[in-house]
């Protein structure tokens, strides 16, 4: 278990979003169906599917290959989630410029830069039930462990199953952002799509780093 | 799934093909990345006006490219807003130098993507002017949601700015025609049923055969109310009211009426709509100047309508007339 | 049912008002007896373009009167032919003194209505000449049927004889023009769904989830196979070789194209069905030289499509293009 | 019972076939619906409706109101049979031209006229499974009577048994007129709904001579 993260060991958190993302395309669009549109699933696993294709086929260095992860999930989405997580990733991608390998302070600094970016692209902030929700409280308990000179891995960890509880969190909240904010109060009682890939794409960061 | 189509993956991409057949005298469409300019964009010294969205509304939008209306249209997959670099490929086409203004329904992923791809063809040094279209009353609290949905205003602010832009108008005129038209229309529409997305194979939402949903927006996704079904003159009253007390529209106003066809609808029955919308406005000592009837913004083959009031005056009633000439509306040329 | 109206009984009359409210600057609608003619009729020193069956079909006949089409049209109730009573007051409103031409689709009921109404007509000195069209070639033994059907051609033969009209024919040539269509179109359509006639409340045929129903014609009437459902190529195959066999459709020939929409079938499918059409012409070295894609001739909310070709000559292109304006097709004007 | 019918005789018989033709309105458009488009039964009720108003409100001589029941029949019945149910009235009324009271005689010279008017309308045969299966043997029944000298009434039931039994004769038959005809053999098994009706506007002028 390194204490950092190569352009190798970034390529693959790359390809398990994909895996995880593409497994999961049927779950993520039936959350979708009872509270958007019922594309989400289907949005996601095109723009990884892309992106297996276009990128991870020749990965770059760490900046280069979450660039190019975000131009393709920008150009292949589409809908609300496209630029959000092109965003996510093409943000983090320009806090790590030149960088080889990434620490933990480092990679909390670009989580940090790429959930900022997505918080201003969609003017969305904790609790309107989006992917925000899985996001923020990621990142804090990154920033929790990094101040107390935790290791990578185990951060990883915390800051997974932190992920996974902000989306569990969503279920009871009245949606205020994107699609699901049309329904009002019959948006309550479902978790939210987005914010349920959001916690798999953290997830993945974790496997990886286990 | 009961659909003429070889199959969902290739849907919008067949559909523009056979669009480009059939229109080929007055558009050029683009595949991979998907986009639909006029012949020969950029066309002439003007401002070009660009729209987009999810497909599933046509003729919206690819039907209104051609003089006094579109210079581009940018399809995404069914109900799924298309991409940045789709929107940049389309902007970077359509602009003759004189900017290009993005006419863009108020929907997140449409307002995301349409943002993106202004910062990188202003990077580029296009000008580009994004207004959004927010007409839908039936989203009723902002604050809490995000925001009303850009519904048949789009059609109408499409035409009129496309008016503008034709007879010269600049940047900054053109935007201020959409903005205009988006600041004096309301609309409301509802569904007697569902529609199926492709790529899902079964209908976004179960409607009983007494029920109606009032309140729909144009992707299939439920409104805010489920009623009993009723006759046509009742459902008029539950659509104008709303869009009448909201703007207001007061008495003596002239209105433009779009009677629209969700994509199912026979016209014998949007006539019967066009009927009572007329009653109404009498009863209210309005004036009905202009209207439109038929599926001008649709949502699939859902059954249904919408209902878009625009108050006028005397220069959107002369850009209307304009000369007009694109695959699903023409006059005056 | 699920529909937006209010009574079957009134359908069709609130459905004329809405009509006339929307369209009072081209047409005046006449009720009891119903029927349409251009505003102002008749119309200068020309021959009169008449035509009228069933309702259902909109915008076939009332939203094809206007310039360049026809001068008149009698709305039946829906799917029934209008009366004698009706299509002479008509004919006595839209002659101008040079005679009527009475463009009746070939059904027992039209065909036996309108030819009495020529009598009646003809009783009182005005000059009728009737022409049946009849261009369905799914109807296939002629001698043991009421003989084949007319559906698209219609709208081809009332637009071209119309140009005719406008220009100056005479009795004879505007006549001509229509049988000339008639003798040089084919068509063939197929249902994905049935429809359901107001009055009966519920859908005229049953067809499973995964079946259609080929060689439809436009009352809801069964057609001649049910087969499962197949991908839309495949369907456009099964619609184009009985039409191409028929005239024959020879290589080299120039036609006109019209993709038809039966009501409740998206604009987006349709464009689908028109790429599967080019790819057949081009197949067999015959060009596209003019195309119509849309809802022309429908049956109610029936989802499904119908395809009519038309071998043209260059006096039918010129005729084509001239200045048309009616509620439902415009150009050049 | 009278061996003539006189106006108010066929005012009755008229009345009769309003009665009958609108209370068995739904069965007619079934049968329809089966090998047409289902609207022969609202068809007819709609006729009949109107002669009601229009016409037996103020019953004229037998010529008149034949005639203006043939009128009202054709500009409200529409479709096929409209045009042939009002052609058959009207040629009835032009054979009874003056007459106040009719006798077999003139009753069988009215039919043959209508009967011949129907068939140069819709330039059907017997056998081609239309109403004309069921007035042509009314027809022949009542010329036969009429030859033997039989009395008005019973060649009046005879002629009723003889529409019915053609009527019936309808089901094996393949339609080759009218919008049946579309469908082929698919017409088989069906009765026509337009013979059912002729069989009944028979039937009621037997009760009235009965
Ligand atoms: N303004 C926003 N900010 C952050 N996330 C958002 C916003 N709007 C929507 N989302 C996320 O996007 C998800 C929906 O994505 P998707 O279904 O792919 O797009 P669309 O809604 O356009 O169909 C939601 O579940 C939510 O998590
Ligand atoms: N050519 C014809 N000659 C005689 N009777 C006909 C003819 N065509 C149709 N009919 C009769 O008309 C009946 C159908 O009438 P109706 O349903 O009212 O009209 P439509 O077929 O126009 O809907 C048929 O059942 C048949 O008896
Ligand atoms: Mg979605
Ligand atoms: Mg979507
Ligand atoms: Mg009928
Ligand atoms: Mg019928």
């Known amino acids: 278990m390194a204490d950092t993260l190569d352009a190798a060991a970034l390529a693959r958190w790359v390809g398990l979003c994909a895996d995880r993302l593409e497994a999961r395309s049927a779950e993520l669009s039936q959350l979708d169906a009872a509270i958007g549109d019922g594309d989400h699933g289907a949005n996601m696993a095109r723009g990884f599917r892309a992106v297996r294709e276009r990128v991870l086929a020749e990965p770059g260095a760490p900046d280069q290959l979450l660039k190019d992860t975000g131009m393709t999930l920008l150009s292949t989405v589409g809908g609300a989630s496209g630029p959000l997580f092109g965003t996510l990733f093409m943000r983090m991608a320009g806090a790590l410029a030149g960088a080889t390998e990434v620490d933990l302070a480092l990679l909390i600094r670009a989580l940090g830069e790429g959930v900022e970016g997505v918080r201003r692209r969609g003017r969305a902030e904790a609790g309107d039930k989006t992917m925000l929700d899985a996001l923020l409280p990621a990142l804090e308990s990154l920033r929790a462990d990094g101040e107390r000179g935790a290791a990578l891995g185990p951060a990883l960890q915390a800051a997974a199953r932190a992920a996974e509880e902000g989306c569990r969190a969503t279920i009871p909240m009245v949606a205020s952002r994107g699609r699901a904010s049309y329904l009002g109060e019959r948006s309550l009682g479902h978790q939210d799509p987005g914010a349920t890939s959001a916690a798999a794409v953290i997830a993945a960061l974790a496997a990886v780093a286990a | 799934m009961k659909k003429l189509i070889n199959d969902p993956e290739r849907l919008v991409a067949e559909s523009l093909e056979g669009f480009a057949l059939a229109h080929h005298d007055l558009v050029e469409v683009h595949l991979a990345p998907d986009y639909v300019v006029r012949r020969g964009a950029p066309v002439g010294d003007k401002v070009a006006l660009l729209s987009g969205g999810g497909s599933g509304h046509e003729p919206l939008h690819a039907g209104y490219v051609g003089r006094g209306m579109l210079d581009g249209a940018c399809p995404g997959p069914v109900f799924t807003s298309p991409t940045p670099d789709q929107i940049l490929a389309c902007t970077r086409r359509v602009d003759g130098g004189r900017g290009v203004v993005h006419v863009v329904k108020n929907y997140t992923g449409d307002v995301m993507n349409f943002e993106i791809a202004a910062e990188l063809a202003g990077a580029e040094g296009i000008r580009v002017e994004p207004v959004v279209i927010d007409d839908d009353v039936a989203v009723q609290d902002s604050t809490y949601t995000a925001g009303r ?8 602010a499409e035409r009129l700015a496309g ?8 940047l900054e005129e053109v935007a201020g025609i959409v903005r205009r038209v988006n600041a004096e229309a309301r609309s409301m529409g509802m569904a007697l049923t569902s529609c199926v997305v492709p790529s ?9 055969p007494e029920e109606m949903e009032v309140g729909i927006g144009i992707h299939g996704e439920p409104g805010r109310r489920r009623l009993p079904l009723e006759p046509a003159d009742r459902i008029v009253d539950m659509l104008m009211d709303p869009v009448l007390d909201d703007l207001p529209f007061r ?29 109404v406005l009498s009863d209210r000592g309005m004036g009905l100047a ?8 649709t949502s699939l083959e859902m059954a249904g309508c919408s209902v878009t009031l625009l108050r006028l005056d005397p220069e959107l009633e002369r850009l209307w007339d304009a000369p007009l000439h694109t695959p699903a509306l023409r006059w005056g040329v």
């Not at chain 2, 008016?163 to 600049?170: L, N, T």
């Open chain 2, 200 to 208: 899902a194979g079964r209908p976004t939402f179960d409607l009983g």
């Open chain 2, 163 to 170: 008016a503008r832009a034709e007879e010269g108008g600049s």
């Open chain 2, 251 to 279: 008495s003596g106003d002239r209105v433009l009426v779009l009677c629209n066809g969700m994509g199912g609808t026979p016209l014998i029955e949007l006539y019967v709509v066009m009927r009572a919308v007329g009653r």
């Open chain 2, 290 to 297: 202009l209207s439109l009837v038929g599926n001008h913004i």
């Open chain 2, 149 to 156: 949905r850009g519904v048949g205003a789009t059609v109408l």
